[in-house]
C-alpha cells in the first residue's frame, strides 16, 4: 500500500507542480471550450486524455518501445499549440462541433504518456508490481487534472460572468495565449 501511496503522490505532482507546465497548458486548451454546466463533458474529456496517456506510459515502461526523449520534448509542446489552434476557429460550441477535442485528447495523450515513460521506468523496480505502480501513478495523474480542470472552469465562470466577455472572446483569448507559450517551447525544444 506504501508503493501506492508513492506512485499515486508521483502522478499528483506529474500535473501539479510547475515543471508540468506543457500538461497544465494542453489541458487549458482542452477545457478552455466548455463551461461549468458542461464539467461531465470536460470530465469524459479529462479521462480520454489520461486513457492514451496510460496506454503509452505502460508500454513504454514494459519496453515494447521506446521514443527518442528529444522528439518526445518537441512534440509535447506542439500537441498544445496545435490544440490551441483548433480553438481559435470554433465559431460555436456545440457538442458536434466541439467533438474533435476528444481524439486530441486520446490521440496527444499518447505523446504525453511519453514524456514520462523513462522518468517512471527507473522507478519502478523489477521487484515491484508495474500494475499497481502505473495505476497509482494514473490515479494521482487524473486526479491533479481534476483540480487543474476545476480550477479553470471556476475561473472561466467568474470572467464571462463579471466581465461579460463572451465565450468565443474567452477562449480566442486563453487559446491565443496558450498557442504563443506552447509555439515557443516547440522552438525551444527543437531537436537539432
Known amino acids: 500500500m506504501q508503493d501506492f501511496w508513492f506512485y499515486l503522490k508521483i502522478g499528483w505532482e506529474h500535473i501539479m507542480s510547475w515543471d508540468a507546465l ?14 461549468l454546466k458542461e464539467w461531465k463533458k470536460v470530465l469524459v474529456l479529462v479521462t480520454a486524455f489520461t486513457i492514451g496517456h496510460s496506454v503509452t506510459l505502460a508500454l ?19 500537441t498544445i499549440f496545435i490544440t490551441a489552434f483548433t480553438n481559435l476557429f470554433q465559431k460555436e460550441f456545440s457538442s458536434r462541433s466541439v ?7 486520446l490521440f496527444f495523450g499518447l505523446i504525453h504518456g511519453m514524456g514520462f515513460a523513462n522518468t517512471i521506468r527507473m522507478m519502478l523496480a523489477s521487484d515491484q508490481s508495474i500494475g499497481t505502480g502505473l495505476l497509482a501513478f494514473n490515479i494521482g495523474l487524473e486526479l491533479g487534472q481534476l483540480v487543474v480542470v476545476a480550477i479553470l472552469m471556476i475561473f472561466s465562470h467568474f470572467i464571462l460572468n463579471t466581465f461579460k466577455v463572451t465565450r468565443r472572446e474567452w477562449v480566442i483569448f486563453l487559446s491565443a495565449g496558450v498557442f504563443s507559450i506552447a509555439l515557443k517551447m516547440a522552438f525551444e525544444r527543437f531537436p537539432y
Open 60 to 78: 513504454s515502461v514494459l519496453d515494447v518501445f521506446r521514443f527518442p526523449d528529444k522528439w518526445v520534448e518537441f512534440l509535447i509542446p506542439c
Open 22 to 35: 506543457d500538461h497544465q497548458l494542453f489541458i487549458a486548451v482542452l477545457s478552455v471550450i466548455y463551461l
Open 99 to 105: 467533438r474533435i477535442n476528444y481524439f486530441l485528447a
